[in-house]
């Protein structure tokens, strides 16, 4: 004896495989997918990063120099201080302003000079670490007197100034 459906009890049978599929399918991704926390403005924090690496010289970049390029000043890149206190560049949020010549190796050495800073993480009232929100100044100096270590790193709004 086999089992008959109607039309609609097999479109509502179909419906149901579907939206099980699609459950199972949300699921395996939402496990996939690890949630980040939250990154927090240098005013939400209750003890905001302290730098820990200072005197950090970026070397002046290669391609500029052998391109005749001389360009003092200073490039600002976007970070995230994670609450181990290493950095990430906020590369979305990250360009070199109007002035700075382009492709003669400041960016890049701007992004990895950064990414080489460490901090004490910024924390919440509780002591919890937390990824906190900055900008850190890269400035180039092509008439440093010592040869191709030609820019320091300046940090902006990352606690005292002084190193813990």
Do not use: C
Request: charged share 25%; aromatic share 8%.
């Amino acid at each position: 004896m086999a089992l008959e459906f109607s039309e609609k009890e097999k479109g509502f049978g179909l419906f149901l495989a579907i939206v099980s599929a699609v459950l199972i399918i949300a699921a395996w991704a939402r496990a996939q997918i690890p949630i980040s926390p939250p990154v927090y403005d240098m005013a939400k924090v209750h003890q905001p990063p302290r730098g820990m690496s200072w005197g950090i010289d970026p070397i002046y970049p290669r391609k500029a120099r052998d391109a005749g390029v001389r360009f003092a000043g200073e490039v600002e890149v976007p970070i995230i201080i994670r609450e181990d206190g290493s950095v990430r560049v906020e590369m979305q949020n990250f360009s070199l302003p109007v002035g700075v010549p382009k492709g003669v190796g400041f960016r890049e050495t701007a992004i990895k000079e950064t990414e080489r800073l460490r901090y004490s993480p910024g924390r919440l009232e509780d002591g919890t670490p937390v990824r906190v929100r900055s900008v850190a100044r890269v400035i180039f100096n092509p008439n440093s007197p010592e040869p191709n270590r030609h820019a320091s790193v300046a940090r902006e709004g990352v606690g005292s100034g002084t190193p813990d």
